[in-house]
């Protein structure tokens, strides 16, 4: 005699039309239910993906990402510069090497980066590149039939969204 036991045979008992139905109510009715469940009960939606271990915290900023405190005293920065320069030069020294010149080297570092008529130049070759670019862009404007834009306030428009960028 055939004795069924419940839990085990069930699934073999039932047909392919049978199991289709299983499927097509569970991915129709049970799943959306439990969703809208768990959304109205719970605030599920609002809590899932935080916690601990959740990516999306509010992370402290390294200290190497923010900006600077203030600035650095001229003669801290010459010291430490020169500190620096001399323990170079006593490394290249033991090495065998021929050493630095401390000071000429510490003058050389500490000097401004540019002179400022080269500064200048640069902006106005920086302007003239982007009054090209901007002179272009009208010119592609006028060929689809909308009105021209005004260069120079276009180029100032430009160079302060370039610069603020920084």
């Known amino acids: 005699m055939w004795v069924y036991s419940w839990p085990v045979d069930l699934p073999l008992a039932i047909s392919a039309a049978e199991k289709c139905a299983v499927v097509l109510l569970f991915t ?3 799943a959306p239910l439990a969703g809208f469940v768990f959304w109205r009960v719970a605030g599920g939606w609002d809590s899932l993906g935080q916690g601990p271990l ?3 915290q509010d992370l402290p900023v390294p200290h190497y990402l ?3 405190e203030a600035a650095v005293d001229p003669a801290i920065q010459a010291a430490e510069v020169r500190q620096m320069l001399e323990a170079k030069a006593h490394r290249l020294e033991r090495r065998g090497e021929a050493p630095i010149d401390v000071e000429a080297e ?5 000097q401004p980066a540019e002179e400022p008529g080269a500064a200048a130049r640069q902006d106005a070759e920086l302007r003239a590149e982007v009054r090209q670019l901007v002179v272009s862009r009208n010119e592609r404007r006028m060929h689809k039939g909308l009105e021209p834009l005004d260069v120079e306030a276009e180029t100032e428009r430009q160079l302060a969204d370039f610069i603020g960028s920084r």
């Open 54 to 56: 959740a990516i999306d």
């Open 106 to 110: 510490t003058t050389r570092l500490l």
């Open 28 to 30: 129709g009715i049970a």
């Open 66 to 68: 923010r900006s600077p």
